[in-house]
T-cell receptor, first 113, second 112 residues
Framework: AQSVTQPDIHITVSEGASLELRCNYSYGATPYLFWYVQSPGQGLQLLLKYFSGDTLVQGIKGFEAEFKRSQSSFNLRKPSVHWSDAAEYFCAVGFSGYSTLTFGKGTMLLVSP | DGGITQSPKYLFRKEGQNVTLSCEQNLNHDAMYWYRQDPGQGLRLIYYSQIVNDFQKGDIAEGYSVSREKKESFPLTVTSAQKNPTAFYLC???????????FGDGTRLSIL
């Protein structure tokens, strides 16, 4: 069965510091990978996606992510965090021929002054 | 503007009662999905539909039912058989397989 692991339940980062959120997936095929962000009481907003090609993808709000096949990872990064980035972040994976996505359990980002 | 509309935003259910959550999209997407979100559990798939008049069970379909009579609508009924219905419910749609899903703003269901 497919699975997605986000090892960090909570992360606290100082405003202006860099950020990396981890995501690992299981399964052998080439995945389609997504990062979403959720503010409290809201739906999920797509930050970025990877389907194929360049393994470093750029998204909205200054985020980027890198697909590393050898590590089955798709980590999300941002060089300088803003207080407005505080939210919960979800990694999701899909595979060709499958209609559904599998989501990780999320990482809550807290931004300290 | 195109998007997904979920209503109501808050819903209360009495014991033994069925309630229906609405999800409407004007994105002309073929596929629609219902998820349940509990703290620390991520998103769990309840039902999904790839085409009108067809739908499939997800990972936690017991106690829920859906219909897909129109492309733009995918209502979810939480039946009295669902013993722990308190959760945040999210509806999503997608143009098709292997495409990103777009989400509504959710409905929070609580038990009176």
């Amino acid at each position: 069965a497919q699975s997605v692991t986000q090892p960090d339940i909570h992360i606290t980062v100082s405003e202006g510091a860099s950020l990396e959120l981890r995501c690992n997936y299981s399964y052998g095929a080439t995945p389609y990978l997504f990062w979403y962000v959720q503010s409290p009481g809201q739906g999920l907003q797509l930050l970025l996606k990877y389907f194929s090609g360049d393994t470093l993808v750029q998204g909205i709000k200054g985020f980027e992510a890198e697909f590393k096949r050898s590590q089955s990872s798709f980590n999300l990064r941002k060089p300088s965090v803003h207080w407005s980035d505080a939210a919960e972040y979800f990694c999701a994976v899909g595979f060709s021929g499958y209609s559904t996505l599998t989501f990780g359990k999320g990482t809550m980002l807290l931004v300290s002054p | 503007d195109g998007g997904i509309t979920q209503s109501p935003k808050y819903l209360f259910r009495k014991e033994g009662q069925n309630v229906t959550l609405s999800c409407e999209q004007n994105l002309n997407h073929d596929a629609m999905y219902w998820y349940r979100q509990d703290p620390g559990q991520g998103l769990r798939l309840i039902y999904y539909s790839q085409i009108v008049n067809d739908f499939q069970k997800g990972d936690i379909a017991e106690g829920y039912s859906v219909s897909r009579e129109k492309k733009e609508s995918f209502p979810l009924t939480v039946t009295s058989a669902q013993k722990n219905p308190t959760a945040f419910y999210l509806c999503a749609s997608s143009p098709g397989q292997d495409q990103p899903q777009h989400f509504g703003d959710g409905t929070r269901l609580s038990i009176l």
